[in-house]
T-cell receptor, first 111, second 115 residues
Framework: EDQVTQSPEALRLQEGESSSLNCSYT??????LFWYRQDPGKGPEFLFT???AGEEKEKERLKATLTKKESFLHITAPKPEDSATYLC????????????FGQGTTLQVKP | NAGVTQTPKFQVLKTGQSMTLQCAQD?????MSWYRQDPGMGLRLIHY???????DQGEVPNGYNVSRSTTEDFPLRLLSAAPSQTSVYFC??????????????FGPGTRLTVL
């Protein structure tokens, strides 16, 4: 069964304190792994897509990496505006379009 | 481009009432889907469509109907609302042409409460 587990559930950081969010997955044939950001009361906002182990993508203070079993979202020197829930999802090769989501990690960055 | 739009933003229903959640996209995407988001459960797929006239069930389809008469619109119908359908509903769309269209774009959501 395809499954995605994110950890930790919640993370509190001081501004400037770097950390990583984890996304562990099991899927029979990975087509892609997706990271989204979700602000309270809003829809998920696309951040990254990763396709193969060893791939990395960066955007401002965020960097996503992928191995065969997990993905990390590294946050370098976070700012309060990075506070949000970060969602990880996988798409299997056999399921066109269907995303399996983790429960998310809620990040709070204090000034 | 407006992207993916959803109406209404908020809705309160009584048990047994029916209603339709509207979703529209202006990106000419073939694939559209409906998810529900509940605390501690993540986003779960309700129904999806790979083109006009084609729909299929997702993970949690019971109590919901969909149809796809145009590329742009994908309404979700609640036939007889139940308190268990209290949730936030998101519509999403993507293209089907290849990796460059893999990204699913989400609407702003509809928050539904069933009393």
């Amino acid at each position: 069964e395809d499954q995605v587990t994110q950890s930790p559930e919640a993370l509190r950081l001081q501004e400037g304190e770097s950390s990583s969010l984890n996304c562990s997955y099991t899927v029979s044939g990975l087509r892609g792994l997706f990271w989204y950001r979700q602000d309270p009361g809003k829809g998920p906002e696309f951040l990254f897509t990763l396709y193969s182990a060893g791939e990395e993508k960066e955007k401002e203070r965020l960097k996503a990496t992928l191995t065969k079993k997990e993905s990390f979202l590294h946050i370098t020197a976070p700012k309060p505006e990075d506070s949000a829930t970060y969602l990880c999802a996988v798409q299997a090769l056999r399921n066109t379009g269907k995303l399996i989501f983790g429960q998310g990690t809620t990040l709070q960055v204090k000034p | 481009n407006a992207g993916v739009t959803q109406t209404p933003k908020f809705q309160v229903l009584k048990t047994g009432q029916s209603m339709t959640l509207q979703c529209a996209q202006d990106m000419n995407h073939e694939y559209m889907s409906w998810y529900r988001q509940d605390p501690g459960m993540g986003l779960r797929l309700i129904h999806y469509s790979v083109g006009a006239g084609i729909t299929d069930q997702g993970e949690v389809p019971n109590g919901y109907n969909v149809s796809r008469s145009t590329t742009e619109d994908f309404p979700l119908r609640l036939l007889s609302a139940a308190p268990s359908q209290t949730s936030v509903y998101f519509c999403a769309s993507r293209g089907l042409a290849g990796r460059e269209t893999d990204t699913q774009y989400f609407g702003p959501g509809t928050r539904l409460t069933v009393l």
